[in-house]
Structures are given as structure tokens and as C-alpha cells.
């Protein structure tokens, strides 16, 4: 598989009709997760269930698109899954097939010991995956710390509970990836190199590498897919180190703010800190399934522009690779 500006785009573009899908599905089919669960999926300030903002992305990892919550019992019909049909299918088929191919890319490019080649590949992945989501959402910025406190310097904004980097751990292979496209960092060879080596903390049996393990398109910063945004590249197809150049030039993260860093770069089909996504008076800013269903008619008129202009630009690519 060639991984070239064309497989690059139309990844992006997947990523994308994957978190409209899963809207039309969650407004439509989600159902309140049994109240002996409930309390996974809640955030400590909310009190009703969102289908977006959810706890670590767990209202899309319990839906037909996503890859479960432990413990918790999922029941769909068979052979599709209510609320889904053959081009949801299609499309988590073709996510799956490309992720593997780009988790055999970064193989081949290991095996070749070529770094830099699969530095990209893999900066790429995670940043289309994760990365906007990270600055247009969570608005990751350096927070000088506390005065008060012990803190000294600047502090980087936090990858679950175990902030540490250290190359020989998978988690702190992935706390580096993920702080490198927060904030346009260098991403080191020794991280590169033991992507695809045997890692500590793995039960026999199970899958080992990072490769294997987090090189996948709906395993691990889930909160992307219900939290968005929908986006894609305005020109062709942006990879991470143009990026990183624009984030450099304008001294991010000590000045500047992401949406400067983005706006050229980028269209933002649906900014879910923005209406119609977002509703500040609603229950749960608008993130509940109540007021999500409430507005389904609305919201599916706009999900729908969306999906079509997505359709045009897929139409658009295969025209002109055609000439």
C-alpha cells in the first residue's frame, strides 16, 4: 500500500464521515447505559448522559463503531447493528484495512531503518487521529503553574494518569507521541526505533508491541470521536510537519492560540465548542442525549450537509485522478 497524498486525504476524509456517522447513529439509536454503569461514562460534573463529552470517549467506544467498555454488556442485532447500514459497514471495514496498512508501512519502513520516513507516517496517524481534537478541544496550551505551590516552569497539559515518557513503555511511548503534536515537538529516534519491539507489562499471549497495540483507528484517544471536530485539510492534504513548521513559526505554545494555528490550514465542518454542537443552556451544554435528540431534526439537516460535502470531495479526488 502506497501511503501518498491521495491515501492520506481520503483517511482523513473517512476519519471524518466515521464522527458523523456515529451522530446520526448516537442521536438516533443511543440508548442510556444501564444506571449500575452509568457512572463510567459520566464526567465528575455532569449528571445526565452525553453522547458527546462523554468520560474518555466511552459513549462511542459502547457504540457499533467503537471497541467496547470493559465490563460493560453490549447487544446489537445481527447482521447489521440497528441504526447502521452497508456504507457505515464499508466504511469501518476501510478504516480497518488502511490503519493495518499504515501499521505495515511503519513496519517495512523499521525493517529499512528508515526513521525518518516512519517518523512521518506515525506523526501523521496521531495527529489526524487525535491532534486537532487535542488543541480545538481540549484547548491544550503550557500552564506556568501555581505561584503558590512548588511548581516551577512550565507545565504540559495531561495525557490520562501517567504523564511520564520513557521510550520503554508503551503508555509513555504514547504520553511522547501525543505531547509531540500537542505542541509541535521533536519526536526522537529512540521512540521510533522500539516501535515495533517487544514492550514490558504485556500478559503472554497478548499483543506486545506498540504497533500492534495503539496503532489503531478506534482504540485510544477516543474522546476524538465524540468530541470532535469534523475536519479537513483545505488544500490537498496536510501533513503533520507542515504543521509543526506553522506551530514553530508562531512560537506555539508560549504565544499564539490554536485556531490561528489551524485556520489556514484547515475546515472545520462541525467545531463541537460551537452551536449547533454546543448549547450553553441546554442540560449538559447540549452534549446530553436528551438535548442532542431534542434538536434531531436540526441537527440531522446539518450532518447531512455535511456527509454531502464530504461525498463532493471524495467525487472531486477520484475526477481528477481519473484525468
Not at 3 to 12: A, R, T, V
Not at 113 to 127: G, H, K, P
Not at 175 to 201: F, M, S
Request: with cysteine.
Amino acid at each position: 500500500m502506497i501511503l501518498n497524498d491521495i491515501f492520506w486525504k481520503n483517511y482523513e476524509l473517512d476519519l471524518a464521515e466515521i464522527k458523523v456517522s456515529y451522530l446520526n447513529w448516537a442521536i438516533g439509536y443511543g440508548k442510556v447505559p444501564p444506571e449500575q454503569y452509568r457512572h463510567l461514562f459520566l464526567w465528575p460534573q455532569q449528571s445526565e448522559y452525553c453522547i458527546m463529552n462523554s468520560r474518555y470517549g466511552r459513549a462511542f467506544a459502547i457504540s457499533p463503531f467503537g471497541p467496547g467498555v470493559r465490563g460493560v454488556p453490549r447487544v446489537f442485532r445481527k447482521p447489521i447493528p440497528r441504526g447502521l447500514d452497508e456504507i457505515d459497514l464499508a466504511l469501518m471495514k476501510r478504516l480497518t484495512t488502511n490503519t493495518k496498512g499504515i501499521r505495515e508501512a511503519l513496519r517495512e519502513c523499521l525493517s529499512k531503518n528508515d526513521i525518518r520516513q516512519a517518523r512521518q507516517i506515525l506523526l501523521n496517524f496521531y495527529w489526524l487521529k487525535i491532534g486537532v481534537h487535542e488543541l480545538l478541544f481540549d484547548y491544550i496550551q503550557f500552564d506556568r503553574g501555581d505561584h503558590n505551590s512548588n511548581s516551577q516552569g512550565w507545565k504540559k497539559g495531561r495525557w490520562g494518569l501517567d504523564e511520564s515518557e520513557k521510550w520503554t513503555t508503551l503508555t509513555g511511548i504514547r504520553n511522547r507521541v501525543v505531547n509531540v503534536i500537542r505542541y509541535g515537538e521533536h519526536l526522537q529516534a529512540d521512540y521510533v526505533k522500539r516501535l515495533n519491539t517487544k514492550l514490558p507489562g504485556f500478559t503472554a499471549g497478548t499483543r506486545s508491541s506498540f504497533l500492534a497495540s495503539a496503532v489503531s483507528w478506534n482504540k485510544y484517544g477516543l474522546c476524538a470521536f465524540d468530541c470532535g471536530p469534523v475536519f479537513w485539510s483545505r488544500r490537498g492534504f496536510v501533513h503533520f510537519r507542515q504543521v509543526k513548521r506553522r506551530m514553530n513559526e508562531l512560537r506555539w505554545p508560549y504565544k499564539s492560540n490554536t485556531r490561528t494555528i489551524l485556520k489556514p490550514l484547515y475546515h472545520i465542518a462541525l467545531d463541537y465548542r460551537m452551536p449547533p454542537i454546543r448549547m450553553i443552556y441546554e442540560p449538559e451544554e447540549g452534549y446530553s442525549l436528551r438535548s442532542m435528540r431534542h434538536r434531531a431534526l436540526d441537527l440531522y439537516d446539518v450532518l447531512d450537509d455535511v456527509m454531502d460535502e464530504i461525498y463532493r470531495l471524495r467525487s472531486e479526488m477520484t475526477y481528477n485522478g481519473n484525468k
